[in-house]
Nanobody
């Protein structure tokens, strides 16, 4: 079965950096686009970044452009989110996700807290 396991979250000061990882299994990782979403308390889940199956195409939400970078390693079935210049507004649970046919699959999420 599809399994997505996020890691790398934590507490960081404003202006700091974190690198999130998402280890995927249970499906042919290399042929699927992958996404990172986030959900802050009291807010809806929102798309942060997406990457094509080969990694040659990426898309970002306006609020992270120039600060976050999505990447993937198809040999290791892992997708990453490098987050720089973090702001308190980036505080949220971050999820990786894959869409297969009409089904969306999610990991359990990793908490990112940006605070001084």
């Amino acid at each position: 079965q599809v399994q997505l396991v996020e890691s790398g979250g934590g507490l960081v000061q404003p202006g700091g950096s974190l690198r999130l990882s998402c280890a995927a299994s249970g499906f042919t990782f290399r042929i699927y686009a992958m996404n990172w979403y986030r959900q802050a308390p009291g807010k809806e889940r929102e798309l942060v970044a997406a990457i094509s199956s080969t990694g040659t195409s990426t898309n970002y939400a306006d609020f992270v452009k120039g600060r976050f970078t999505i990447s993937r390693n198809n040999a290791q079935n892992t997708v990453y989110l490098q987050m720089n210049s973090l702001e308190p507004e980036d505080t949220a649970v971050y999820y990786c996700s894959v869409r297969r046919a009409n089904d969306y699959y999610w990991g359990q999420g990793t908490q990112v807290t940006v605070s001084s």
